[in-house]
């Protein structure tokens, strides 16, 4: 067993990839919020190639993040010198590389810190993985909500923020003052139209305190906009033992995921860029037809399995993709009502994008999990799943098979599986959620009354009857009875 470091690499497994470059090849030029798993499988992994191919050794990365979380991943890296283990798997190989792109993690406490070195000209870019419910978006309406407690908070208090987008408009206000040039924000997060959600979540935080700041953001900063995709599982010590088995690494925090990676990349940059293109990265004009492909097909999908699942204590993805009926109901769904609103994409034929999806949740060596698909619905719903029922509405055209995903996470959030088993909360909003889904079981509209999360879409008389039906058939008959008659399954 081999402790994962600098000096141990020479030591590692052979057909082990490490970097090859050391870190004092390195300089620093992205500062990056949310080290989580994500980060490390994609944006990493696309800097590690380049790094290895001896081009753009200047954008290295120094990590960072606001949460509590955070601390937690900074010690785990410390420990063994910023390294991560990366095991890309599909289900007749297994292939794990090193990678050593990060030159430094900026604790979460450290605030002072974080925007220094958001001041400091070296740093072009500063990337952005904070999840789908870390941009204060209102649901309902889909834009920036100044009047979050925390975004207030920031507001009131300019030279100290505690959020991302705090902390970002205080490095810019830094650089202004210097005479310094912005730097570019890349969001790498799973939003329709990412680049203009964090410009409008930057530059309308400092307009809470200094709107020519604010202009001044908005005019002279970027923002991309860019699709993500890479399936990438939480670690547990699932993950670490199969390390140690298969590869002889002891890695705190290694990264499991698929070998599919996907970036496509608006090239709007202000301040320079790393070659990406060179690594993979597609650049193209407009991310619009990607991201919606990504969106609808692939996290609402996501959404389609992952209810019917936990209700039928599923664990796994793959698992639930085998199983008759929630495997009928994804491909229902995909089929009759979400790929019907996914306009044209540049060089793709959809129904191969779908096989493609299909093929990367049945793989058995990810160990992606059913709770991971269900996490945070309140802030997943109402960017994967209701624009498609408001398109649909507005087209005139069948939203029964969404009713019925909506029904199923409504009956998920009451809180137990069908065999009784506990349901552990898996969102924010996990208390007001339960609740809701209780009194949904006799007055199903109650659910419906979460503006925040269905806006318009609850209005329509349409969806009104079709969710109600469909969550009393689901109570009444059970979740695999109910599926089965939905599905033509018998």
Not at 149 to 167: K, M
Not at 233 to 244: N, Q
Not at 349 to 367: E, M, Q
């Amino acid at each position: 067993m081999t402790k994962l470091s600098r000096a141990s690499l020479p030591n590692l497994k052979t057909g082990i990839a490490t970097p090859g470059y050391a870190a004092t090849d390195l300089h620093a030029g992205i500062l990056h919020f949310g080290l989580g798993n994500f980060h490390r499988a994609h944006q990493a992994v696309y800097l590690d190639r380049l790094f290895n191919a001896g081009k753009s050794r200047d954008w290295a990365v120094i990590g960072t993040g606001v949460r509590p979380a955070d601390r937690q991943m900074h010690d785990a890296l410390k420990a063994q010198d910023w390294l991560t283990t990366v095991v890309e798997q599909e289900a007749d190989v297994s292939r794990a590389r090193v990678t050593g792109v990060m030159l430094d993690f900026i604790p979460p406490e450290d605030r002072a810190a974080i925007v220094a070195r958001l001041a400091d000209p070296a740093i072009r870019i500063v990337s952005i993985t904070v999840t789908e419910g870390g941009y204060f978006i209102d649901p309902a309406t889909g834009t920036f909500n100044p009047e979050s407690p925390e975004i207030a908070r920031d507001g009131q208090n300019p030279e100290d923020p505690h959020t991302v987008f705090g902390l970002v408009a205080l490095g810019l206000k830094r650089r202004r003052d210097a005479g310094l040039k912005p730097f570019t924000v890349m969001s790498c997060d799973n939003i329709p139209h990412n680049g203009v959600v964090a410009r409008n979540a930057v530059a309308g935080v400092a307009h809470l305190y200094d709107p020519e700041l604010a202009r001044w953001i908005e005019e002279t900063a970027a923002f991309p906009n860019g699709m993500v995709d890479r399936i990438t599982p939480a670690t547990t010590d699932r993950e670490r033992k199969l390390l140690a088995q298969d590869f002889g690494i002891e890695d705190n925090w290694p990264v499991y995921c698929e070998e599919f990676i996907q970036w496509v990349l608006e090239d709007n940059f202000c301040n320079g860029r790393p070659a990406l293109e060179e690594a993979g990265v597609q650049f193209v004009p407009d991310v619009t037809p990607f991201e919606f492909m990504k969106i609808r097909i692939l996290n609402g999908g996501h959404a389609a399995i992952a209810y019917p699942a936990s209700l039928l204590d599923i664990h796994f993805v793959h698992d639930a993709m085998n199983h008759p009926l929630v495997g009928a109901f994804f491909a229902k769904i995909e089929h009759d009502e979400i790929m019907p609103t996914v306009p044209p994409v540049p060089g793709v034929v959809l129904g191969d994008y779908y096989h493609l999806i299909h093929r990367r949740f049945s793989n058995p060596k990810i160990g992606d999990t059913i709770p991971r698909l269900a996490f945070d619905g309140s802030n997943r719903q109402p960017k994967f799943i209701v624009p498609v029922v408001r398109d649909r509405l507005r087209a005139g055209a069948s939203i029964d098979a969404l009713a019925f995903e909506s029904a199923l996470w409504c009956r998920h959030c009451a809180g137990t599986t069908e065999t009784g088993k506990a349901i552990t909360a898996g969102d924010p909003a996990w208390a007001r959620l339960t609740e809701l889904a209780q009194r949904a079981r006799i007055s199903p509209l109650d659910w419906l009354g979460m503006e925040d999360v269905y806006g318009d879409v609850a209005q329509a008389s349409v969806f009104r009857a079709a969710f109600s039906k469909s969550l009393s058939d689901i109570w009444s008959r059970g979740t695999a009875r109910a599926l089965a008659d939905f599905v033509g399954v018998t």
